[in-house]
């Protein structure tokens, strides 16, 4: 049993890396230490503890992670450093090592961060992560963002998450509908499903991802859920037709692709062929024409030769989807990626991802200009950019209008008229 007098008049800050995931779990655990007694160090203040939250998908990640914790170190000298998350479990020891580091906590153990305290390293093995705590919480934004699912069963050649997270497992949709009503009535508008892999959701509990939509789609006090990265494999038809009907379910998909080339996604060991992405597209632009569509794509894998490139590239340009989010490979030890050849040099993967961006870039522009004259609802956001303040669409378009805080977390009917081509933003005027 801790005491919390002990922690009276103590105060920490948060530094998270990473997915969205990790931001609604930075989330909880402030929720969790502010019930101790720690309250969020206010803007200038010294805190006494340090929470940071990091991310290992690259080798650049677990960079950041060094520098952000030396960087907070030094605002918060006398600051106990807790460090937890996906680089933390991955390498215990190295982040150990990193100066000003205090506490190195495992997955298993963040939720329960001040039970381990007098520990240096505490770090179970992730086979070992069962347990599964559902979290909803207010973003940086203006969005909620709701973790329904942990963990990933699909060992994809390139990747350590299923090291770092462990076996997919998931909430109870009862409870994840009572945090979605609690979040509505805290005077949220908008959820986000966020998860490692979503699809997945439901192995825990006998449900499935298509029961969570259905039970969340009749929340009334939410007006608009996202659901976020989902595998191509996963996404049923029955979900796009789902969300096709749906008032609430927001027109956009996020999928991975992660390469054009059929070989390509048998090294990486992917569900998918690029057939069967493309009739998901299909699937969806046949729907709901005017929905947008993110795909990932990772450059540069091993094996990736420049004809395994060119046919990825050629895939994507007849790909009706409206914005790349562009990842360069990066090896990752303990992964099977690491027995493939050839290595593709750094600077080819540099010029393949600045194709790919280009491609990115042209098609985003292209389905701005195919809304334009359409109207949507956009829910602004409180971040203010020198005058202005910007929202989203239902279909993920970016619109700008000059700061009013009264419209800030406000669903608003706009007609999409003053597309701004170099930003790649609407212009609204709100007062005619
Ligand atoms: S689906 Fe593949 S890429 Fe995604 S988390 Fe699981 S193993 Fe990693």
Redesign the pocket.
């Known amino acids: 049993m801790i005491d919390t007098h002990l922690f009276q008049d103590k105060k920490a800050v948060y530094y998270t890396l990473g997915c969205k995931l990790n931001f609604a779990e930075t989330s909880t655990l402030g929720k969790y230490l502010t019930g101790q007694g720690i309250r969020k160090a206010l803007a200038g203040e010294k805190a006494d503890f340090c929470v940071v939250n990091t991310c290992s998908v690259t080798e650049l990640a677990d960079k950041k992670c060094r520098q952000a914790i030396r960087r907070i170190k030094k605002q918060h000298p006398e600051a106990f450093m807790i460090v937890t998350g996906c680089y933390a479990q991955l390498k215990p020891e190295e982040v150990s090592g990193i100066e000003g580091v205090d506490l190195v906590l495992g997955s298993n153990q963040k939720m329960n961060l001040l039970d381990h305290l007098t520990d240096k390293i505490a770090v179970t093995p992730i086979k070992e992560a069962k347990t599964f705590i559902p979290s909803c919480s207010k973003g940086d934004r203006t969005r909620y963002f709701l973790k329904v699912q942990d963990g990933?069963?699909?060992?994809?050649s390139?990747?350590?998450?299923?090291f770092a997270r462990g076996r997919s497992r998931n909430g109870k949709i009862a409870d994840l509908v009572r945090m979605a009503e609690q979040a509505g009535r805290e005077g949220g508008k908008e959820i986000v499903l966020t998860g490692?892999?979503i699809g997945d959701f439901g192995k825990t509990t006998g449900e499935t991802f298509f029961d969570l939509v259905q039970a969340l789609d009749k929340v009334e006090t939410i007006e608009r859920f996202r659901i976020s990265s989902i595998?191509p494999n996963l996404l049923t038809d029955e979900i796009v037709e789902f969300v096709a009907h749906s008032e609430k379910f927001a027109p956009h998909f996020h999928i991975?692709l992660?390469s054009g080339s059929d070989d390509v996604l048998k090294l990486m060991r992917?569900k998918y062929n690029t057939a069967f992405f493309k009739s998901k597209i299909e699937k969806i632009k046949t729907l709901l024409p005017d929905a947008f569509i993110g795909v990932d794509v990772i450059v540069g894998v091993r094996g990736e030769t420049d004809k395994h490139f060119e046919e990825a590239k050629r895939f994507l340009e007849e790909l009706p989807f409206s914005q790349l989010h562009v990842f360069t490979y990066s090896e990752r030890p303990g992964t099977m990626a690491l027995q493939i050849e050839p290595v593709v040099s750094p600077r080819e993967k540099q010029e393949r991802s600045k194709q790919l961006l280009l491609l990115s870039g042209e098609k985003t522009k292209s389905f701005y200009r195919s809304q334009i004259g359409t109207t949507h609802k956009v829910l602004f956001e409180h971040t203010r950019r020198d005058s202005f303040m910007q929202g989203f669409t239902e279909n993920y378009i970016k619109i700008e209008s000059v700061y009013d805080p009264n419209r800030i977390n406000q669903l608003i009917d706009v007609s999409l008229e003053n597309f701004n081509e170099e930003q790649t933003t609407f212009i609204i005027s709100l007062y005619g």
Do not use: F, M, S
Request: with cysteine; glycine share 0%.
């Open positions: 990933c069963d699909y060992y994809c390139y990747c350590t998450i299923p490692v892999n595998e991975p992660q992917r």
